[in-house]
């Protein structure tokens, strides 16, 4: 998935999204480089520019917590790539990572009776484990209904799906690589990873960015080829019986047309599947 140097790359990703003046520096007209200079992180994060080559080049591994938190600061990380910054770090055991992906019986109960809400339950790659009536009918009619990466990168109508589909698409990596975490022997993540790097030069450069931010809740415009556009509001929330899924539960702003349109989907979902069962793929 990434080499084992992964600590280094990060770095080095991170540095080159940095603009100098976004630092205090000049910008100049002849730099070389994208973003910032190895020296200058070093200079700003206040160790010397031999440790912080040796660091990116993965000669030195274990920097001390002031040393990470001076190079977050530098880099402008926010909390979770920090927190993701001092674990590769200080990686711990493993992170081998292989159970299977089943969702608990008394989750699916609770889904059957949201009839006015759009629910899915996603697993470490964001494939969809099960999903209401309605959170199905949200994603219906696509290659890869069953698993948002696929959907976002290799469904031929992802970009009609998601009107803002750039946006989408760079949530979306920044949250496998949070599901990644430091597991990097998942075989799982790696097949995933794999795969959508052959096969979509678009994941293949957001992948390289090194973005790591979990799903937490945001709105989200889809353009449904039943009912038209929506905007929707969804949160993204962890099951603690199974750390590795999240349920994300979609609503509609009271009194909006997507309100509106929302209830027409939930009607015609329904009268496609009259007993409103949660379906479990």
């Given amino acids: 998935m990434d080499s084992d140097n992964r600590l280094g790359l990060f770095l080095r990703a991170r540095r080159a999204l ?24 070093a200079v700003l994060a206040g160790v010397s520019t031999d440790y912080y080559v040796r660091l990116e080049q993965g000669r030195e591994r274990s920097p001390s917590a002031q040393v990470v938190d001076a190079l977050a600061r530098v880099l402008g990380l926010e909390d979770e790539a920090t927190d993701h910054l001092h674990r590769l770090a200080r990686p711990g055991g493993s992170g081998h990572r292989a159970r299977p992906e089943t969702v608990g ?35 219906a009619g696509h ?21 803002d589909w750039e946006s989408v698409a760079v949530n979306a990596v920044a949250a496998l690589r949070a599901s990644a975490g430091t597991a990097h022997e998942d075989p799982l993540m790696i097949a995933t990873v794999g795969e959508l790097s052959l096969r979509s030069e678009e994941f293949r450069r957001l992948w390289a960015r090194h973005d790591f931010r979990r ?22 929330l962890t099951v603690n019986s199974a ?37 479990d793929t």
Avoid at 18 to 41: D, I, K, N, T
Avoid at 143 to 163: I, N, Q
């Fill in 18 to 41: 940095v603009r100098p003046e976004e630092a205090g520096l000049p910008a100049g007209s002849r730099r070389r480089v994208a973003g910032l200079r190895r020296e200058e992180v």
């Fill in 243 to 279: 750390p590795d899924q999240q349920l994300v539960v979609y609503q509609a702003r009271p009194g909006s047309p997507s309100e509106q349109a929302l209830a027409l989907l939930g009607s015609l979902a329904a009268a496609e599947v009259p007993d409103g069962s949660t379906a």
């Fill in 105 to 139: 019986p008394a989750l699916l109960r609770m889904m059957e009776d949201w009839h006015r809400t759009p629910a899915v339950v996603l697993g470490r790659c964001l494939t969809v484990l099960a999903h209401n009536v309605l959170g199905g009918a949200l994603f």
């Fill in 143 to 163: 290659a890869h209904s069953g698993d948002l990466m696929r959907l976002v990168f290799l469904d031929p109508d992802a970009r009609e799906f998601y009107p």
């Fill in 215 to 236: 799903k937490t809740h945001e709105s989200k415009r889809f353009r449904h080829p039943l009912v038209g556009e929506l905007t929707l509001d969804y949160e993204s």
